[in-house]
Nanobody, 127 residues
Framework: QVQLVESGGGRVQAGGSLRLSCAAS????????MGWFRQAPGKEREFVAA????????YYGDSVKGRLTISIDNAKNTVYLEMNSLKPEDTAVYYC????????????????????WGQGTQVTVSS
């Protein structure tokens, strides 16, 4: 079974940068896409970005376009989320997720399309 472990969260001032990592283990050949979601207190889980495992095609949520970049290192089985120009409203727990053995066309951007989730990593942006 695929397992995911996030790292790289922390506290940063507004305008700063962070890079989150999501390391996948297990049968990674079965992964179709990896996604990042975030959830702030009292809010619903929000799609941030996704990338297909083999081709590296990407898709971003509207609220983060131009500031966040998702990338993949297949040799390390790791997906990254580079976050720049951070704002206080980016404060949330960030989760990575894997879409397994998918037959879908396109890049999944809804939580129910993902099968495996990491434990989450806290990102706090202070003003």
């Amino acid at each position: 079974q695929v397992q995911l472990v996030e790292s790289g969260g922390g506290r940063v001032q507004a305008g700063g940068s962070l890079r989150l990592s999501c390391a996948a283990s297990g049968p990674t050949f079965s992964i179709y896409a990896m996604g990042w979601f975030r959830q702030a207190p009292g809010k619903e889980r929000e799609f941030v970005a996704a990338i297909t495992w083999s081709r590296g095609s990407t898709y971003y949520g509207d609220s983060v376009k131009g500031r966040l970049t998702i990338s993949i290192d297949n040799a390390k089985n790791t997906v990254y989320l580079e976050m720049n120009s951070l704002k206080p409203e980016d404060t949330a727990v960030y989760y990575c997720a894997a879409d397994i053995l998918s037959l879908r066309i396109g890049i999944p951007s809804v939580a129910y399309e993902y099968d495996v989730w990491g434990q989450g990593t806290q990102v706090t942006v202070s003003s």
